[in-house]
């Protein structure tokens, strides 16, 4: 299957980069668990992929709680940063979902950070 698998074999090249913050896709199962990423890059920011642009099933905020609360494991809550896995507008002429699901996802992201601040600061 195309792209599957966890972040374990880029670790070794994404430990080397001279960089803040990764942005990694986690809304999906296919890239694994954050336990493999979060063991060795806990020194820089996350951009943590919550939720999935190419679906039209708008992710719970409890499913996105449960994901930021993994990453928590690893990094400070100033540290993540929640988003979308890649973005809902990969191409110019053809968006990758509909406007009113895209909405809807995001606001699912705001309400669970609503929710994570007030639990964690």
Same mark, same amino acid.
Do not use: W
């Given at each position: ?88 507008? &990969? ?15 995001? &606001? ?14």
């Amino acid at each position: 299957m195309l792209l599957t698998g966890d972040y374990a074999k880029l670790l070794p090249a994404l430990e080397r980069m001279k960089v803040d913050q990764f942005v990694l896709e986690y809304a999906t199962p296919r890239a694994g668990d954050i336990d493999v990423v979060g063991g060795s890059l806990s020194d820089r920011e996350l951009g943590l992929g919550v939720v999935n642009p190419r679906t039209d099933d708008v992710e719970p905020v409890d499913y996105i709680i449960g994901k930021t609360e993994k990453a928590l494991a690893y990094y400070q809550p100033e540290q993540l940063f929640l988003n979308t896995d890649c973005g809902f507008g &990969c191409f110019a002429s053809r968006s990758v979902n509909v406007e009113e699901i895209a909405y809807k996802k995001l &606001c699912s992201i705001v309400e669970a950070s609503r929710i994570l601040r007030k639990k964690h600061g």
